[in-house]
């Protein structure tokens, strides 16, 4: 098939490409650049019959509608975002942009036939839920504008798959991580904690370090995603995607430094504002719909991402869309 992916640069959305190609697939990788990597499509790229890269914003209507006319489309993936909460907080305007793309993919998909759409949302939409572990038809939440902006996107999938017959799914991900996941000001706790870890820094923690996530290693993702692609799944609908076991951000660093055999210390800082105790997943409705149950935990997850940032031996940087390589980690 002929499969769009959108934001297809960035850290989930390159592993999605290099899934779909690794079983057959042709893929139209669409992204600005904003927070993509080129580095995370070197995989990807020696695809080369079957890999197309385009730089673009799908806010340019005009730019996506000719990438639909010249590709016949079976499905997209919308993935493309202004991503990191803090990078939100401080450009809540940039993120309500989104609203514009996320329109305009919906508007050709329907347009051009697209056999199914599927919409990365997020956990954030629970935002500050007191019923755990969250389930789809419970209690919403919204307290940032990121995941106020997701929320909406989940309505108007909604909307074109009642209005005009499009087989929309939204899939909720929590705290997706894994290879290829910055570790810069703007990035998060796993990549940030075992970027410090590897140099032997001390691991800082907002708070006790009581609150808890719900960490989801990638392959989990890729491989409902793969499931998507041949399963009659929830047409118009939400499934959360994740493990169902929260950890701790004190049992996170823990494991972190365990696997990598670091140095580095706990040093806990003040709590920040409107911080989240605790989020998780109710994942009955992924394993009923998908039949999936998750492969890693956070032991296995992270230990995988360990062994790829001592592979790479570097660290990152962006420059202009392109990746850079800096000094090898001091292990």
Not at 118 to 138: A, H, I, K, Q
Not at 236 to 265: H, M, P
Not at 296 to 301: A, E, K
Request: glycine share 8%.
């Amino acid at each position: 098939m002929d499969i769009l992916v959108t934001g297809g640069a960035g850290f989930i959305g390159s592993h999605l490409c290099d899934r779909l190609l690794q079983i057959g697939h042709r893929v139209i990788c669409v992204d600005n650049f904003l927070t993509g990597s080129r580095f995370n499509l070197e995989e990807a790229e020696k695809f080369k019959k079957r890999f197309i890269l385009i730089k673009g914003d799908v806010n340019n209507y005009i730019l996506l509608e000719g990438i639909f006319k010249r590709y016949p489309i079976d499905i997209v993936f919308h993935l493309a975002a202004v991503v990191g909460v803090k990078r939100t907080e401080e450009n809540p305007f940039l993120v309500l942009e989104d609203i514009n793309g996320i329109k305009n993919i919906l508007e050709l998909s329907s347009k051009y036939r697209v056999k199914r759409f599927v919409y990365t949302s997020s956990s954030e939409v629970y935002g500050r839920s007191f019923n755990l572990p969250s389930c789809e038809d419970g209690q919403i939440n919204p307290s940032i504008t990121y995941a106020a902006v997701k929320l909406i996107g989940e309505k108007f999938c909604k909307a074109y798959y009642e209005k005009h017959h499009l087989k929309t799914c939204c899939l909720r991900l929590f705290n997706i991580y894994g290879p290829r996941q910055v570790h810069s000001s703007y990035g998060f706790v796993a990549a940030i904690f075992i970027k410090r870890a590897l140099e032997n820094f001390d691991i800082e923690i907002f708070g006790d370090g009581k609150q808890a996530r719900d960490f989801t290693y990638i392959e989990d993702f890729l491989n409902c995603a793969q499931i998507i692609l041949s399963h009659k799944f929830w047409e118009g609908g939400v499934i959360n995607i994740g493990t169902g076991v929260e950890t701790s951000i004190n049992s996170l660093a823990k494991t972190i430094i365990r696997l990598t055999k670091s140095k580095s210390k706990i040093r806990h800082l003040p709590l920040r504002t409107n911080e989240i105790s605790s989020r998780c997943a109710d994942i009955n409705r992924m394993r009923k719909v998908l039949k999936y149950k998750p492969m890693y935990n956070i032991s296995s997850g992270i230990e995988q991402t360990v062994s790829w940032h001592r592979l790479s031996g570097c660290k990152l940087y962006r420059v202009g869309g392109k990746a850079k390589r800096t000094k090898k980690y001091s292990y």
